[in-house]
């Protein structure tokens, strides 16, 4: 179960995370050009910022949704 979603608001990116190694790094589904899953740092994550220079923000009204589930309606929306 992805439990976060961190987005650029002034892009497509979004990242669901779903396990936290309780230090710094995060298995996540991503969705921006393509649809991937991997492994992200949250520091290196603070340091992106979208296209007008926004960074990165925490999705406060998310509700807890599968990796498959995500996977399969983002890359439906592609």
Do not use: C, R
């Amino acid at each position: 179960m992805a439990q976060v979603k961190l987005f650029t608001p002034d892009s497509n990116w979004t990242w669901y995370a779903s396990e936290f190694d309780g230090n710094d790094i995060f298995y996540y589904l991503a969705s921006g050009l393509k649809v991937e899953m991997g492994y992200f740092s949250l520091e290196e994550l603070k340091e992106i910022k979208g296209p007008l220079g926004l960074t990165i923000e925490w999705n406060l009204y998310y509700e807890s949704f599968s990796l498959q589930d995500l996977m399969e309606k983002h890359k439906s929306e592609k």
